[in-house]
């Protein structure tokens, strides 16, 4: 089966026709890859036990919003695999089915170009993975998670980081302490106008560079997320929380410094929220934060930054070498 309906970006203008067919192109190879025999044994295996096209698309849907739902495919795969087998191809052709229901959804998305560009490349990897990177989509992961609200479209990937719609929450207000108030709280009147909703941006873990983050991907994520804000109105900036973005980290690592670089020099906010977890990763792939963490002269904490939209999108203009 393939696809025909017109893309659309904006509510009055249709996206680029080489970007419409790349996406139509994209959710076709999806559609084929359950008509594989190792999708259809899937499928098959599914449907034994209760699970429909309609049903894998509301599992999916809850994947990241309910507590248990991520267990529950986890939970799922084992009852029809053999628990000794490292495999996701249940969770695969759970969100196969997913794009398969939802490929309607998909083709009127009103998103940029590089964005859809990006979707188009996730939906590619979907269809046809190689095998280790197949496993990663393996549940309760982190990155099937990711892939499920990518596939139920709530979160959009543009590039070196992914995008979702959220907004400051309340507990993180005396995360910030009386100092960080006086600093937020006018912060947000003035130039933000609320605390949401904002596009809160996470790290892609199939980034060009699995092993670092690159500067320049960076920047070209932000001018992607800031084509989003203009057909966005509603969205009043970029919204992130990590030790990533804690000045406490770039005393230990700062090669890592030019990450608040965008927010710091264009009228962004960061402010520290208190310590970082183990579980957050600071710890991982930096021998020198351990070393200092396990010393005790390393104390890690986490960070929020802000970017109000209408900065980002000053920003954005004066980098138009960043364009897709």
Not at 237 to 258: N, Y
Request: glycine share 6%; hydrophobic share 40%; proline share 6%.
């Amino acid at each position: 089966m393939t696809v025909s309906v017109a893309v659309r970006t904006h509510a009055s203008s249709v996206v680029n026709a080489s970007v419409a067919g790349e996406l139509v192109a994209a959710i076709d190879s999806c559609l084929g890859a359950l008509d594989t025999p190792l999708m259809r044994k899937a499928t098959d295996a599914l449907r034994n036990q209760g699970f429909d096209e309609a049903e894998c698309a509301n599992l999916i849907a809850e994947v990241g919003s309910q507590p248990d739902a991520v267990q529950q495919v986890a939970q799922l795969r084992d009852r029809i695999w053999s628990v000794d087998v490292p495999s996701a191809d249940i969770e695969r052709c759970l969100l196969l089915h997913t794009v398969h229901r939802r490929r309607g959804e998909i083709v009127r998305l009103r998103m940029g170009d590089g964005v859809l560009r990006c979707l188009s490349d996730e939906l590619r990897f979907l269809a046809d993975p190689l095998e280790r990177d197949a496993v990663q989509l393996r549940a309760p992961s982190d990155n099937f998670v990711s892939m499920a609200k990518i596939a139920t479209l709530r979160r959009f990937p543009a590039g070196q980081l992914q995008i979702e719609r959220s907004g400051i929450p309340l507990s993180w207000l005396p995360r910030v302490g009386p100092r960080g108030l006086t600093i937020l709280l006018p912060f947000l009147a003035r130039r933000t106008r609320g605390r949401r909703p904002f596009f809160f941006h996470h790290i892609a873990w199939r980034r060009k560079n699995r092993l670092f983050l690159l500067e320049i991907e960076q920047n070209r994520s932000y001018y992607r997320i800031a084509q989003e804000l203009e057909s966005h109105p509603e969205v009043r900036g970029l919204l992130t929380e990590s030790w990533l973005h804690s000045p406490d980290t770039f005393g230990v690592s700062p090669h890592l410094a030019w990450l608040n670089k965008p927010f710091a020099e264009n009228g962004g906010l960061i402010l520290t929220l208190g310590v970082a977890p183990e579980s957050s990763g600071v710890l991982t792939g930096g021998g020198e934060r351990r070393r200092l963490y396990e010393q005790g002269k390393f104390r890690p904490t986490t960070a929020m930054a802000i970017w109000p939209r209408a900065a980002m999108l000053d920003w954005a203009r004066s980098h138009p070498e960043l364009a897709d």
